[in-house]
């Protein structure tokens, strides 16, 4: 995609929702990478959309909501 908004999403996950966090994420519009970490972050999404504000709207709309998410930080890509 030319001229698209790009973003890093670490997510904090419940004790043993990882794998189903995953499994939704992928499924999302936009999401072009989902991998399980160590660390402090648990799950980091790549996402790709034509404006910051649908990234926005992403985050808020779809990811927030998804079971087993305690916590997101998105990291625009500058």
Request: proline share 3%; hydrophobic share 40%.
């Amino acid at each position: 995609m030319a001229n698209t908004a790009k973003a890093y999403i670490l997510i904090e996950c419940t004790v043993g929702r990882t794998k189903e966090v995953v499994t939704g994420l992928s499924r999302l519009k936009g999401v072009k990478s989902v991998e399980a970490v160590t660390g402090p972050y648990d799950v980091i999404a790549i996402v790709e959309l034509n404006t910051l504000n649908e990234i926005g709207d992403l985050v808020t709309q779809y990811i927030h909501p998804i079971t087993g998410i305690t916590r997101t930080v998105t990291c625009l890509v500058v």
